[in-house]
Every structure is written in structure tokens, then in C-alpha cells.
């Protein structure tokens, strides 16, 4: 009996070992490896921080030459003072991974298409299609061509090599016990950073900023509702007030030009349905004021970027130092160098760039087997790579993608367009080569107005408004990227792919590109807005302009003297809705206020008395919002639709056209047998919004007066989706008032920095921490100031000393 | 007595053995103790005193954390309970303790 006891005994003990080892994956759920994740000596336990968490005052590194000190202050943010720029930028690398390893790690392979290989299919194979959407966008295809130049320049060649090394020398450094949580979650391992990788999460900042288009919507459109009405729908140009350069008819330059046929119009319907129009709400600040305007005479820079807000932060803080450079501001993880920041002489910033940087090819096949396509009269070949996509727990997927000279072919027969027999190249600026890590090198060192220009010279994609401010009182904008000469009309719809004249031609010489330096009104701003009017030579076209932030920006700041670092600070939290302005009265105009029931005439005055300001407490925010947002789809129900891919009109145009164009015949409603006016719409949505309402107060058990930051409910999402990662967050703001802040969009960096001689003065803020461990105080230690419109001042060091209290430990970084 | 002695002896190496091992050495530590010192009761004691060592070192972590992050990984687990997740933490580790000790006795003999 004794034996096989020993065996039984064994046998549990070993299975229940290798079980508790194991991850599995219960009804749909993954659970992580039970036994090594509650383990409190390696599990996650492991990643629960004390306040006061440090790190050893040494540490070995290898591939250091010299020591480098980092100071780490009591936001966590690291001042890395190296002695030479090759361990600068292995510093910054190493110390970047430490805090945010997963998150740098899991967007590149979310950019890579590569979800699949950690968390499986997902429900109808979501995650998968996914992935395939990635590939058959060309993402490596484009982070391969960046990748490449950055190999082939001394500069971003030691940059980018150097960063990964640092931070393979941090995964190294790691055992089970050390990975992040994320990682112990879903039970895998960190891989070697390469600096393809980089390469990668530069072209996934691109994707977000610039891929967005609607050639594809705008076709339909044309087939659907002819060319005068998407004229009318879908103008090129909304005169809505100023553009971001205005020097009508001031453009000292002689265009290139390109033959100016106009690019035939498509007639087809194409049935690919569900294709993304990017949100128009997504957008960005800055501005830069010269020193005639402000109190301290020298000018002042700020920069809000708004993106989709997840936790861990998008942005990471740093000083980077060295005999050559003395830089901060916010990094991309995962990309050296600071992209947002200033120095001791200048000051940068960012917004996205709105322009039509996509282009759909239709292309002929030979035939089925897609070896051949049609170009200029003759059948040229096709390239065609398979893609190879892991899956987790299951077999290996592999998908073709067909590759034309203009670009891969994203939609076929077998991913999305099942029944469309025609198909589309797409072809995308940032597929082509770059070296944006020049940009941010060279503008880390700017000293001057001239260093700036010349950064930005070797700047392609994604295409931003540069905003500059320089301690010797000079103040600029510049609008750059790499920008195809078009024709009239072109890159609105598909283009025939069966010509290589359709494709670009030239581009716009980088000195044609709209800028401005020291303007009289005395000072330069941008909000997205189109970039110049149309005078500006280069016919210029883009998914959507921002209509609403820019010109409350611009009317603050031409209204302001004396301007203080407060006052700006006031300017990026401001919540005013110049939309609202502009359309809630004439809607109040339309209603009936006889007929209104008791809970309508309720709304009605709380609408009446609103100030238009999206602060957290406003209830006629909340009002207006449920109000639009039925009013909107309803105008443009005909727009709606399963099969096809459409796109809706801006709201601005929605406005200007309810206001000039009373008898539009999209206002009748085809769900109904009635012929509907827009004063019908308008009465039917408001009703509709007040049940809205009333119906949100009654799942929210809320009292009778309704909280705009309660009702907007802005939420910060970990990049899982883990619910216990998140937070909810009271803030006011809106997507069209300067405080751009959404459910999940908003400002991820506010940035003040006001440019003196006896150094800058920057404050800042974002809506997380510098940790990406959601066992660290540093998670979200920069949160709450973020959702109270505070901001934290930074500490800019000229050495480690200089840090003396404020200094909340400090490590060394010794060769090893 | 014995038992109390065992119990201690597969904590101390259970621990040592955490500091250089993954976490399945605490079944053979388990194993080591059953194996080395005689007692009644094995599969308890091994089970007590990888508990009691979970438990233990889960709560002083817990005690100095910034944040509540058990808490969180509970909501994340579905026991939705920080007590709850540290009880699941000790059943689990004492489990495995208490099969590595009564192999490590069965095999000893007598």
C-alpha cells in the first residue's frame, strides 16, 4: 500500500504544481497562473510599492562609459545628468522602461499587429481582425521604411540604438518577481527591445494623428447624393473665422506646379462597411505669446495635446542632460529624446496638423490570383507578403497581403469586403521614409529661431503644427510635415490607380509650408483649425478643421495684455463652448414653449439660464449635450448606414446649414411616414433629450439637479480595459471648449512654460502619474491636480545639487 | 511539539527558499520538512506553515502599500475582497505545502 501512497501523494503535489503554474482560460476569461501570481515573495503582491519606494543609491549598467546621476523628485520624475550622449540616451532608455516597460512593450505590438500573440482571437475573433487590420495597413511596412533611415544616420542611429540598449539592459535585469503586473496578469514575458520598435510606436503616434481619411466615405457619398450636395455636405474649406496662419494673399513664394487637371470623379458605391472616420473632437492646443503682451516681457509657451486618455500615462517627464544639452518635457516611452518640452533658450510644442494624408488607389487585377495589376496600359507585378500572426492557444493564422507600388491592398475577399469585387491601394505618407528623431534631437539642443527651422527640416509625419517661443523674445508657427502638391479636388475621393500620373507628383517644398514668425497681432496659436486660407497656393483638403477652441483661444488672447502664467493656465482650463453660443438659441427659438410638459419646461429654463460654460457642476451642459446628441443623427438619418461606409457632416456645417438652408431635405426622417421640418426635429429631439434624462437620473439615483461632470463621466482607462485599473474623474470641459476634455479624449499633457532670461518657468500637469505600476503612488499621483486645473511647477536642474529638498532620491548609474 | 518544530523548520526554509527559487519551492521545502523531522499530522503541518508564511508576508506588504492594490487585483480575480484574496492566497500556498509535506513524510517510511 505504502508505494502507491508515495505516488498519490506525489502525483497531487505535482499536479497541483504544474496547475497553479498554468495559466487558464475560463469561460472566455483568462485567469492568470494562480499559484505563482498570489505567491507574496514573486506574485503580484511583489508589485505593491511602499510610499516612500526607491531605488538602491547604485546600480550597474552595462554599456555605460560613465557614471550618470538620476535625481528622481517628489512627482518621480527623473533628471538624468550623463556626461556624454551615448549614456544619456541608454539612461533614458533604462529608466524609461523601468516605469513604463509593459506599456512601451504592449503598444508596439499592439501597433505591430501582434495583440493575438498575447491575449488570443478574442470574441468573434476580434482581437485577430484586429491584428490583420494592422498589417494590411502597412504598419511595419511603414515603421520598416522609418527604421531605415534611422539606421542609416550616425545621429539616430546611436539615439535609437543606444535607447534600446538601455532598456534591455533594465528587462535583463528582471525575474518573474520584477516584471510589471500586466505581465504576471496575462502570464508572458518582456522580449528584446529593438529599435525598430521605436520606429514602430512613432508610426502608432502617426496612425492615431494621421491616417485618419474618407475617401472611401466621400465616394459613396458622390454616388449617393451627387456633387452639388456633397459640395454643400462636405466643403472643403468652412469659413468659420481665422486659420492658423492669416496672410491672405501674402505669399512670397513662387508654387511648384504640377499639371492641374482636376482627378476624374469616381461614380461607384463601395461596399465596405464600418470604415473609421477619425473623431473630429480629437485635436490639440498651443500657443505662443511674444513678450509685448505678457507682464514679464518675454514670451510664454503652451501646449495641450488631447488624446485618448489611458492609463499608463501616454506622456513620460524628463530632463535629459548632458556638456551639449539641458532638456525637459514629455517622452514618448518607447522613443528617445523629449518630444514636448523646453530648454534654457527655447521653448516647443505641438498640435496635430489637420490635412489629407491618405490616399485610396483603385486597381485592376490581371485576375483572381492578384500577380498582376494594371498601370499606364501594361499589367505590373504585385508584391505579395504573408503575414504570419500568432495566436495564442491556437494554430498559427496566415494572411496575404498584396502589395502595389501605391501601397497594400488592406481590403479583399478575405478581411472586410466580402462583397466588393473592386478593389483599393492605400497609400499613406508615413509609409514612406523619415527621420523625425533628427527633429526632436535637434530641437532638444535649439538654441535660437534657426536651430528650430533647421530641426524641423528633417520632420515628415505625422504632420504638426510646431509652436516655438525662444528667450530672446522670438515667437513661431510652423505647420510641418511632408505634404503632396495637389490638384484641385485631389485625395477627396478614390483615385484611379490604373494611372501613375494620379499619384503625387511633387511635394511642397518645405519652405512653402505655412508659417509665421513674430506676427503683429503678437501672438501665434493653434487649435487644429485649417492652416491658411485660400489664397495659400497648394490646394489643401482634410478629414475635418476645428472649428470652436481655436477662436476662443484667439479672442482671449487678443483681448489680453500683461498676460501672466496664470492666466494661461486659466486659458487651457477654460470651458467655454463657442458652438453652444451659437446654436443653443436658435434651437431655443424652434421650441414651443406652450406645449412643453413639466419636466421639459425644466429643461427649457435650465438651458435658457446656462452660460454656455461646460464647468463640472453645469446642468444646462448636460441639457444641451443629450439635446445635440439626438439632434444630430437625426438630421443626418439618411447618412446612416450598414453597408456602406459614410460620414457625417461637421457640426459646424450641421449649424451653418440648419441656419442658411431651412428646407434641407435631409430633415425629414425616413423611419417615419411623415414629412418632418426642421423645427419638427428639433421639438421631437429635445423631448427626446429630456427622456433622456430623466431616464440617466433615475439609473443614477441622482437628485433633482444634474452634474455636468457626473453626466459626461470622464473615465481613465487602463490599456486592458481593467476595469479596477481605471479612474472616474470629476472635470467640466468639453470636446469644443478649450478644456478639451471628453468621456475618454481630452488634454494628456497642459504645459505653461514662460521663457526668461535667468532660465524658464514651466508648469505642468497630466492626467496620471510617471509610474505605469498600478501599485505606485505615481500612478496617478498627477491626477487629481490634472482634474483641478493645477498644475505641478518643474523642477529644471543646471546640476544634481541644485535639487537639494526637492530631491525625493537620487541613484547612480555606474558602468558595469 | 514535533509538530510546532516542523511547522517552524518548512517556514524558515520555505522562506529561504522563496528568496532564491520560484514559488514552487515551497513544496519541496514542504517536502524537505516532512521528509527530515517526525510528526503526526504532516499534511497539516506543511499545510499550516506555507499559510501561515503566505499570509503573513501578504499582509506585511499589504500593511506599507501606497496604494490598495489587492483591493483592485480582487475586483480583477471576481472575489471581489481583499480578505477573500489573502485567504485565497494562504488555501493555495498551504495546499501545495501540505501535499509536499506528506510526500516528503510517506517517503521517509516509518
Known amino acids: ?816 | 511539539m514535533k509538530f510546532i518544530t516542523k511547522i517552524i523548520f518548512i517556514i524558515l526554509l520555505a522562506w529561504v527558499a522563496e528568496i532564491y527559487l520560484p514559488w514552487w519551492s515551497i513544496a519541496a521545502a514542504a517536502a524537505v520538512g516532512g521528509f527530515l523531522l517526525k510528526s503526526k499530522a504532516n499534511f497539516l503541518a506543511g499545510f499550516l506553515a506555507i499559510a501561515v508564511l503566505w499570509l503573513v508576508k501578504a499582509l506585511l506588504i499589504d500593511m506599507s502599500a501606497a496604494v490598495p492594490l489587492a483591493d483592485k487585483v480582487s475586483k480583477v480575480l471576481l472575489v471581489n475582497s481583499k480578505a477573500l484574496l489573502m485567504l485565497v492566497t494562504a488555501l493555495l500556498g498551504g495546499l501545495v505545502g501540505g501535499f509536499g509535506a506528506l510526500t516528503g513524510s510517506l517517503l521517509r517510511g516509518k
Open chain 1, 1 to 816: 500500500m505504502k508505494p502507491l501512497k508515495i505516488v498519490l501523494s506525489l502525483s497531487i503535489t505535482l499536479l497541483l504544481v504544474w496547475s497553479l503554474n498554468k495559466s487558464w482560460v475560463v469561460g472566455g476569461n483568462r485567469i492568470p497562473p494562480l499559484g505563482k501570481f498570489l505567491d507574496p515573495f514573486h506574485g503580484f503582491w511583489q508589485n505593491m510599492e511602499p510610499n516612500d519606494h526607491k531605488l538602491p543609491q547604485q546600480l550597474n549598467i552595462p554599456g555605460l562609459k560613465e557614471p550618470v546621476t538620476l535625481v528622481f523628485d517628489s512627482i518621480l520624475i527623473p533628471h538624468v545628468f550623463a556626461q556624454n550622449e551615448e549614456d544619456l540616451y541608454l539612461a533614458q532608455g533604462y529608466v524609461t522602461a523601468m516605469h513604463r516597460l509593459w506599456q512601451m512593450e504592449f503598444q508596439t505590438h499592439a501597433a505591430a499587429g501582434r495583440v493575438s500573440e498575447l491575449i488570443g482571437a478574442g470574441k468573434d475573433d476580434a482581437v485577430l481582425n484586429y491584428d490583420k487590420g494592422q498589417r494590411r495597413l502597412g504598419m511595419v511596412f511603414a515603421a520598416e521604411h522609418a527604421f531605415k533611415r534611422m539606421e542609416g544616420d550616425p545621429v539616430a542611429n546611436m539615439v535609437a540604438f543606444k535607447y534600446a540598449e538601455g532598456i534591455n539592459a533594465y528587462i535583463q535585469s528582471l525575474s518573474y518577481k520584477d516584471f510589471p503586473l500586466e505581465y504576471k496578469l496575462m502570464d508572458y514575458a518582456p522580449e528584446e527591445w529593438t529599435p525598430l520598435k521605436s520606429a514602430l510606436l512613432l508610426r502608432s503616434m502617426a496612425q492615431t494623428l494621421n491616417m485618419g481619411d474618407k475617401d472611401v466615405q466621400m465616394t459613396n457619398a458622390l454616388a449617393l447624393f451627387g456633387k452639388e450636395m456633397v459640395d454643400l455636405l462636405y466643403p472643403d474649406l468652412e469659413p468659420m473665422g481665422a486659420p492658423i496662419v492669416d496672410r491672405t494673399n501674402r505669399w512670397d513664394f513662387e508654387p511648384v506646379k504640377i499639371n492641374d487637371i482636376p482627378p476624374a470623379l469616381p461614380a461607384e458605391l463601395i461596399a465596405i462597411s464600418n470604415l473609421t472616420t477619425p473623431d473630429p473632437n480629437i485635436g490639440s492646443n498651443n500657443w505662443a505669446i511674444s513678450g509685448s503682451k505678457t507682464k514679464t516681457g518675454t514670451p510664454i509657451l503652451c501646449n495641450d495635446p488631447h488624446l485618448n486618455i489611458t492609463l499608463p500615462s501616454i506622456w513620460y517627464a524628463i530632463q535629459l542632460q548632458t556638456p551639449t544639452v539641458n532638456a525637459m518635457g514629455v517622452s514618448l516611452p518607447g522613443a528617445p529624446g523629449v518630444i514636448i518640452g523646453f530648454n534654457d533658450s527655447i521653448a516647443w510644442g505641438v498640435t496635430n496638423a489637420q490635412r489629407d494624408l491618405v490616399d485610396w488607389y483603385k486597381i485592376t487585377f490581371e485576375n483572381s490570383r492578384k500577380e498582376k495589376y494594371e498601370l499606364d496600359g501594361e499589367w505590373k507585378e504585385t508584391r505579395k507578403v504573408v503575414e504570419k500572426i500568432t495566436v495564442r492557444d491556437q494554430a498559427v493564422v496566415y494572411d496575404t497581403v498584396v502589395f502595389t507600388h501605391w501601397g497594400p491592398v488592406p481590403y479583399d475577399e478575405s478581411y472586410r469586403a466580402e462583397n466588393n469585387r473592386m478593389h483599393y491601394a492605400f497609400r499613406w505618407i508615413a509609409h514612406d521614409e523619415s527621420e523625425e528623431l533628427l527633429t526632436f534631437y535637434k530641437l532638444n539642443r535649439a538654441k535660437n529661431y534657426n536651430d528650430y527651422m533647421k530641426a524641423l527640416d528633417h520632420y515628415s509625419s505625422p504632420a504638426q503644427n510646431f509652436v516655438f517661443a525662444s528667450v530672446t523674445g522670438d515667437i513661431a508657427m510652423r505647420i510641418q510635415g511632408k505634404f503632396p502638391v495637389r490638384r484641385k479636388g485631389e485625395g477627396k475621393f478614390v483615385l484611379d490607380g490604373s494611372k501613375s500620373a494620379s499619384g503625387p507628383q511633387a511635394y511642397i517644398p518645405f519652405q512653402h509650408n505655412v508659417m509665421d514668425k513674430n506676427p503683429e497681432r503678437g501672438f501665434v496659436s493653434s487649435a487644429n483649425q485649417y492652416p491658411a486660407d485660400a489664397t495659400y497656393p497648394y490646394y489643401i483638403n482634410a478629414v475635418s478643421y476645428e472649428a470652436y477652441r481655436n477662436r476662443r483661444i484667439n479672442t482671449i488672447l487678443r483681448e489680453s495684455s500683461a498676460i501672466t502664467v496664470t492666466d494661461m493656465m486659466n486659458l487651457q482650463n477654460d470651458n467655454y463652448s463657442i458652438k453652444a453660443e451659437e446654436v443653443l438659441p436658435f434651437l431655443l427659438d424652434h421650441l414651443d414653449a406652450a406645449a412643453l410638459s413639466d419636466s421639459e419646461k425644466y429643461g427649457h429654463q435650465v438651458l435658457k439660464a446656462w452660460d454656455y460654460y461646460y464647468h463640472a457642476d453645469a446642468e444646462g451642459a448636460a441639457y444641451f449635450e443629450a439635446w445635440w446628441t439626438n439632434l444630430f443623427p437625426m438630421i443626418w438619418d439618411e447618412i446612416r448606414n450598414d453597408q456602406l461606409s459614410l460620414s457625417y457632416p461637421t457640426a459646424w456645417n450641421t449649424i451653418n446649414l440648419m441656419k442658411t438652408k431651412p428646407d434641407l431635405e435631409f430633415y425629414d426622417r425616413k423611419d417615419t411616414p411623415e414629412i418632418e421640418t426642421l423645427t419638427d426635429l428639433i421639438r421631437q429631439s429635445f423631448s427626446m433629450a429630456v427622456e433622456d434624462i430623466m431616464e440617466w437620473k433615475e439609473k443614477n439615483k441622482a437628485a433633482d439637479k444634474i452634474r455636468w461632470a457626473d453626466y459626461k463621466d470622464t473615465y481613465i482607462e487602463h490599456l486592458t480595459r481593467t476595469e479596477a485599473f481605471g479612474f472616474h474623474v470629476q472635470h467640466g470641459g468639453h470636446a469644443n471648449a478649450v478644456n478639451a476634455s471628453s468621456r475618454k479624449h481630452g488634454p494628456s499633457w497642459r504645459m505653461v512654460v514662460s521663457v526668461e532670461k535667468d532660465g524658464p518657468k514651466a508648469f505642468a500637469t497630466y492626467p496620471g502619474g510617471q509610474s505605469g505600476n498600478p501599485g505606485s503612488l505615481h500612478y496617478s499621483s498627477m491626477l487629481e491636480h490634472w482634474s483641478n486645473g493645477k498644475y505641478f511647477k518643474l523642477l529644471f536642474l543646471q546640476k544634481p545639487e541644485d535639487a537639494g529638498k526637492q530631491s525625493f532620491f537620487s541613484t547612480t548609474l555606474n558602468p558595469k
